[in-house]
């Protein structure tokens, strides 16, 4: 679907895949299927892909972001929100 239906039904973005040697695999702390659900504490949850990507570009924060993840989780904890990544390793 388009990042204007998804926004329209309240989806937040979802991490496909991670690259091997981005900061997101480095940290170990974010995987395949989390959805981004802020971004330096300010909410991106019915944002699309192009207004989160300008965020970021605008972003004070050029070394790093704190970025809110929420998880499908069935037996394990996983409160991950507050990762930081740092993009320079």
Known sequence: SSDGER????ASLAVEELLDEG????????????RLVSID???VRDASLDEVMGML???PR??????G???SCSQEQCDISGT?????G
Do not use: K, N, Q, Y
């Open 84 to 88: 930081e990544l740092d993009p320079d």
């Open 7 to 10: 926004a329209a039904l309240g």
């Open 57 to 59: 570009r605008r972003s």
């Open 69 to 71: 993840f929420e998880r």
């Open 41 to 43: 504490g300010e909410t």
């Open 62 to 67: 050029r070394a790093g972001f704190e970025l």
């Open 23 to 34: 900061a997101a695999a480095a940290s170990g702390r974010v995987r395949a299927g989390d």
